[in-house]
């Protein structure tokens, strides 16, 4: 009965698969089992002291009051800086707008940009919110299928071939979840060819690009003449160990981020002063810490690609950047669910079907490697003794 009074479009929403496979290990939990988990991204680094003392002297100084909606001036400026330096390009504050995480940056942009009937071209696989987010604005998606021939890259090829008088948007994710590839300049630069061309937009999701880890980072805002056409998204939780600050930002043209800011009137008012202050002191105070980090995942997404490979039915690609491997389980000749399932109760290990982050995902498990090597080293041995009884 209770349902009559729910809107017809939140049937459009989906939702985070690795979320739910947390709520059934937590069942299992509850019952007494030791898990190994390797279904959230969820960096296992607690946030570097000097973040969490700044955002400690905010609360002090009495910085707990509403702030500007695009976010403080201070911060802006920092990350106008921050961007302008990494891209090589010019990019004024007033461009900037700061909200809760980077998944209100990615719903709003979209929500802002995408009419009913519009056509956005979308990794597959592919995070899986922004397929949700298409479909619940009256948009609709169209996978574009990442091969594991080409190590999951977004190809030019794929993209040119699915675009139609209908398109609006190209989403890009680099490093990307969940396969964890990262695209070459090549490839950006002929997919910004295409949005130049074809006159489209591209939403640009770079909230692992300090996770690389073989080459350098690419975005398509530092091609020529896309900057009026594109809407980067990053943010703090991956970077800086930040997930549970929940503080984010996009960059695009001012036409569009006066569309973001009215959004964020409606829906947040403004992201906390305090923890403003804290993303202010990530970005202007010593970057050791995120070196650190990424080294450590280094060690971590070898040792998880080695032990893979060695497991009978298993093959693992090398990924380029994040902290996700995406094996392939075809030669088990079972389904991505199956195995998922069959891992989660018979081996006490958490994963994520392929097949949760879209069509083309089938055949694929991911994992997550934000935790530690004696826990990779655990969950792997669980697993070639789970798989020898599927």
């Known amino acids: 009965m209770a349902e009559r009074f729910t809107a017809d479009r939140m049937s459009l ?14 069942g299992l939990e509850a ?63 007033a461009e900037v ?31 899986p919110i922004y397929e ?7 948009g609709k998606p169209v996978p574009v299928p990442l091969r594991e021939e080409n190590d999951f890259r977004l190809s030019p090829q794929d993209v040119e071939e699915r675009v139609t008088p209908r398109t609006k948007m190209v989403v890009l994710n680099s490093p990307h979840n969940p396969c964890g590839s990262a695209l070459s300049k090549s490839d950006v630069e002929g997919i910004a060819d295409i949005a130049r061309r074809r006159d489209l937009l591209i939403l640009s ?60 009137v409606n829906i947040a008012s403004c992201v906390a002063a305090f923890t403003q202050h804290a993303a202010l002191a990530a970005l202007q105070g010593p970057q050791d810490c995120v070196a650190q980090m990424a080294g450590e995942y280094d060690r971590r997404r070898r040792a998880i690609v080695e032990g893979l490979n060695k497991i009978p039915g298993l093959s693992c690609r090398t990924p380029g950047g994040a902290f996700y491997v995406f094996p392939s389980i075809k030669k088990l000749g079972r389904g991505s669910r199956e195995v ?6 018979k081996g006490h290990v958490t994963t994520v079907h392929g097949p949760a982050f879209g069509e083309y995902g089938e055949g694929y498990i991911r994992l997550s490697y934000a935790t530690s090597i004696k826990n990779i080293e655990e969950g792997l041995r669980r697993i070639k003794e789970a798989l020898q009884k599927l």
């Open 340 to 345: 998922m399932e069959h891992l989660l109760y």
């Open 97 to 127: 707008v700061v909200m809760p995480g980077a998944k209100p940056c990615l719903f709003s942009a979209i929500l802002a940009t995408v009419n009913p009937g519009d056509e956005v071209l979308i990794p597959n696989p592919g995070f």
């Open 205 to 264: 999701d770079e909230v692992y690009r300090k996770l690389i880890y073989e080459g350098s980072h690419h975005s398509p805002l530092s091609e020529p003449d896309m900057k009026d056409r594109t809407i980067l998204v990053n943010g703090f939780s991956k970077t800086y160990a930040m997930t549970g600050w929940r503080i984010g930002y996009s960059v695009a043209n001012k036409a569009i981020t006066e569309h973001l800011v009215k959004l964020q």
């Open 132 to 138: 949700s987010v298409v479909r619940f604005v009256g």
């Open 31 to 93: 019952k007494g089992a030791k898990l190994v988990h390797f279904e959230l991204g969820e960096p296992d680094f607690d946030t570097p002291q000097h973040i969490k003392d700044a955002c400690v002297e905010a609360l002090r100084k009495g910085y707990t009051h509403y702030t500007p909606v695009p976010g403080i001036p201070e911060l802006r400026s920092a990350i106008a800086d921050w961007e302008s330096g990494e891209l090589g390009v010019d990019i004024d504050p």
């Open 13 to 26: 929403l989906g939702t985070e698969m690795a979320f739910e496979v947390l709520a059934m290990a937590k």
